[in-house]
């Protein structure tokens, strides 16, 4: 079935659920048994509340000052091996983090750094952003991070980027204003597709010269994928946002 003769988002499930197509991998290789221990063991303590809509089918908020205790709340979506998440987490440890991320393989890798880092200011969401977008609250989020996004490279696939409206409008609702939404990316058509999206969604470009997106930020760890990214010879782009409001 090709993207147009899917049902659209206006479209819902007999639960309420808008149809919401979901592209990329859900489960990789085989998880390791530390891996599978770890998802049976932790994941459902590092939950940040009822996401699905099968145990919140009336969408309410989450309550992130009971969850936090009243801290700054960040978002990391699709934070892949979670290095970035855990580095973050354990620099600010006055501030809680909330990672979204679909990819099992992933959120098993994540599940292992907060064991050893021993952080207690992490929530994993182990699903579509969209999702737990949906029951943020508005204005609950202080600092958001898309860092290397599965970069769909093929024209026709552009729309499944998660620089597209569809996203950036949610994303933009549960920011506070003045919030960063940072970007990393190494794929040229993608910071193209970012600075002509990200605007639109109500916000602002911060870079004042070319080392603003040549250089990474002062507290960046680089990742496995931006490794992989310098060894193919592909130059990494920091982009730094401000929501407007």
Do not use: C
């Not at 024209?155 to 994303?171: G, I, K, M, S, W």
């Amino acid at each position: 079935m090709s993207d147009d003769q899917k049902p659209s988002a206006a479209e819902k499930h007999a639960s309420g659920a808008p149809w919401r197509n979901f592209y990329g991998r859900i489960k990789g290789k085989h998880l390791k048994p530390s891996q599978e221990r770890y998802l049976a063991e932790d994941l459902e303590s590092l939950s940040p509340g009822p996401v699905g809509w099968d145990e919140n089918p009336d969408r309410l908020p989450l309550d992130l000052d009971g969850l936090f205790g009243g801290q700054d709340v960040w978002l990391e979506v699709g934070f892949g091996g979670g290095e970035h998440l855990v580095h973050q987490a354990k620099s600010n440890p006055d501030v809680s983090i909330i990672g979204a991320e679909p990819y099992v393989n992933g959120v098993a890798m994540l599940l292992g750094k907060i064991r050893a880092a021993k952080t207690g200011n992490i929530a994993v969401h182990p699903g579509d952003a969209r999702d737990l977008m949906d029951v943020l609250p508005p204005q609950s989020i202080s600092r958001a991070f898309l860092l290397y996004p599965d970069p769909w490279p093929k024209a026709r696939h552009h729309r499944r980027r998660f620089v597209t409206q569809e996203h950036l409008e949610p994303l933009a609702r549960v920011l506070k204003p003045g919030a960063i939404f940072r970007v990393a990316t190494d794929i040229p058509d993608y910071v193209r597709q970012t600075l002509e999206e990200v605007p639109q969604a109500g916000f602002e470009w911060l870079a004042e010269g070319p080392e603003d997106w040549r250089a990474p930020w002062g507290d960046w760890i680089s990742t496995r994928y931006e490794q992989k990214a310098l060894r193919e010879g592909r130059a990494p782009h920091y982009l730094t946002f401000r929501r407007l409001g």
